[in-house]
């Protein structure tokens, strides 16, 4: 009944609830219980308060990784209200004056980000029932986004080369055209040292990205992903992250026998989780 409550932190609340049990209750003694009542509780997805929205997600995410065969039938209903989610909307986008300096907030880079790693969670557990088609539109579009936003995009683009090979070849070139303005950029001139190293993690997970997407059937015939490695090849800080980046899969290939995650992955992939 709370789910409906005319208070938005009442509702948040109602929702994080679930988010406990269904981590704290891994077993399916509760899944007879969850099962009838779940579709109320995720249509706070869809709630006019940004937080419970976030909540929701965030429950979906849990939802999703704990219990993926009792979400399974309230994804069709769902997806859509999750891809929206991910947009970056500029009514939530607002600029403070921080003495002479101007600052940009966006209210909904959280939302996004919780959008994002559902998708990504999505892509280990429940990637049979989504449309790749839609789903990778989304994930590109993630490319565009800010810092912590196009990281997941990279992240789940490694990923998803060794689940869905073939929709992502069919998508390489929009992929590429979105990696490319990132391994040509330069940090500002008066960068603090905290900007810096954001921008070097990009580049390292954008080159980390074109090594998996090398792997892609037919990645050879791709003029775009051509140009992305000749821009790696002709530039000695990109060159240096790739080879550091193939002898750790090389090695991390050695010890465990499969090649689709790297060390880094596997720590982004923990984060994320």
């Known amino acids: 009944q709370q789910v409906n409550s005319s208070s938005a932190n009442v509702r948040a609340t109602v929702v994080t609830a679930l988010r406990f049990l269904i981590a704290e209750q891994p077993r399916t003694s509760v899944d007879e219980h969850l099962r009838p009542v ?21 429950t979906l995410n849990s939802a999703v990784h704990n219990k993926p065969k009792l979400i399974k039938e309230y994804l069709p209903s769902l997806l859509q209200a999750l891809y929206e989610e991910t947009k970056v909307k500029q009514e939530l986008v607002r600029e403070v004056e921080m003495g002479p300096f101007k600052h940009v907030v966006d ?11 559902c ?6 557990q429940c990637l049979d029932r989504v449309n790749l088609a839609e789903y990778l539109s989304f994930v590109e579009n993630g490319l565009k986004d800010s810092h912590d936003i196009r990281l997941l995009a990279y992240l789940m683009l490694t990923r998803l080369v060794n689940k869905c090979p073939i929709q992502i070849s069919q998508r390489l070139d929009g992929f590429c055209e979105h990696i490319k303005p990132q391994l040509l950029s330069r940090p500002k001139q008066n960068a603090v040292k905290q900007e810096s190293d954001k921008h070097e993690e990009l580049k390292r997970s954008a080159v980390r990205t074109v090594l998996a997407l090398k792997r892609v059937p037919n990645s050879d015939r791709s003029q775009k992903l051509t140009d992305l490695w000749d821009i790696i090849n002709t530039n000695n800080e990109l ?21 689709h995650l790297s060390p880094h992955n596997v720590n982004e992939a923990m984060e994320i989780e």
Do not use: C, H, P, S
């Open 107 to 117: 209210d909904g880079l959280d939302l996004r980000k919780a959008a994002f790693e």
């Open 239 to 259: 060159t240096a992250m790739k080879e550091m980046q193939a002898r750790e899969q090389t090695a991390w290939t050695a010890v465990n026998g499969f090649g």
């Open 119 to 124: 998708m990504y969670t999505l892509a280990d």
């Open 38 to 58: 779940l579709g109320r509780f995720f249509a706070a997805i869809r709630d006019n308060d940004l937080n419970v929205r976030r909540v929701a997600i965030v």
